[in-house]
């Protein structure tokens, strides 16, 4: 059966991954909403009109009409067989629409939660270090450098952090993820719809648990067969 999948995860817990391997091994194309806003500024139609004229004014596009956005790009040809939803929805309003969208296409949704302890990941992008001539690349946490702070192959240097990885940028990150995903998390909980897959463990052991989800879920859907 045809499959919506809300793919969730923190920074860092690997969802990009998971949703590269569901698209090359089982066809599912990643919708994201920044994509597909971006595909439809380029476009004349009058759903594109639409959106245009709310943009210009300056205002917020309404649930109703981003749902219709979504709609409108999944009916094409490459999401038949399903597709995975990136950056939608991001409100339990919008997730009360998407089960609709569901139903009117005949697709089975599964919300997966890619689960990795958030302190953990504060230690994989706040320990990251890189060599500047080489590029390898070490955590101070889980795969120190021999020498405090240099290149095992590059004593010389003096190992860089990016901007990105510092304390105060990831708490921010990481903090921003926990709020927006708390309600959808709350939301698919309640409907019985959330899977939590267990990220500590290596892609392809994440992406095994993930396809025998979407495997039981085709079996419990169908019970006459
Ligand atoms: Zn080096």
Same mark, same amino acid.
């Given at each position: ?17 998971? !949703? ?14 920044? *994509? ?49 939803? *990136? ?23 599964? !919300? ?15 320990? @990251? ?23 095992? @192959? ?27 995903? !708390? ?36 079996? @419990? ?5």
């Amino acid at each position: 059966m045809s499959k919506i999948i809300v793919l969730m995860g923190a920074p860092g817990a690997g969802k990009g991954t998971q !949703a590269r391997l569901l698209q090359q091994r089982l066809g599912l194309p990643q919708i994201s909403t920044g *994509d597909m806003f971006r595909a439809l500024g380029e476009t004349k139609t009058p759903l594109a009109e639409e959106v245009r004229a709310i943009q210009q004014a300056g205002k917020l596009i309404p649930d109703e009409l981003v749902i219709r956005v979504v709609e409108d790009r999944t009916a094409k040809d490459d999401c038949r067989r399903g597709y995975i939803l *990136d950056g939608f929805p991001r409100t339990a309003a919008q997730a009360e629409m998407l089960e609709e969208l569901a139903r009117r296409q005949l697709k089975k949704l599964s !919300a997966i939660l890619i689960d990795v302890p958030l302190q953990l990941l504060e230690k994989r992008m706040t320990g @990251r270090r890189s060599c500047p001539i080489c590029g390898e690349i070490y955590n101070l946490y889980f795969r120190p450098p021999k020498l405090d702070n240099k290149c095992d @192959r590059h004593p010389e240097a003096e190992l860089i952090q990016r901007t990105d990885d510092r304390q105060e940028k990831v708490r921010v990150r990481l903090e921003t993820y926990e709020r927006e995903t !708390a309600p959808l998390l709350d939301y698919y909980q309640h409907t019985g719809r959330l899977h939590r897959v267990d990220g500590l463990r290596s892609p392809e052991e994440i992406y095994g648990d993930i396809v025998k989800i979407l495997n039981e879920e085709v079996v @419990r859907t169908n019970p006459a067969n």
